[in-house]
């Protein structure tokens, strides 16, 4: 039986259509979170509601913070392109 966590790396889109990407262990959880205010990160707290419109599977802790970092350099052009291909995970 594999124990391993499984990551995402994630996008949100904020009620004034910012996006906010993170990285969590537990999405609903996670989700629940931003929306509620209560530990969801200081820039979705005056931005909720918020609602995840992509999401993808990374296999390590170190790969999702990696790939965070990585779609959290992209422009907002292609980070909308990346949340139209869909959810690879």
Excluded at 48 to 72: G, Q
Aim: charged share 35%.
């Amino acid at each position: 039986m594999n124990d391993d966590p499984v990551l995402f790396v994630y996008i949100l889109e904020c009620s004034d259509r910012t996006l906010y990407t993170g990285w969590t262990n537990n999405m609903e959880k996670r989700l629940q979170e931003h929306n509620e205010g209560k530990s969801g990160a200081k820039y979705t707290r005056g931005r909720r509601p918020v609602r995840l419109v992509y999401r993808e599977l990374c296999p390590t802790k170190s790969d999702a913070l990696k790939r965070e970092r990585d779609i959290k350099k992209l422009s907002r052009a292609q980070k909308l392109l990346l949340i139209e291909s869909g959810y690879p995970g």
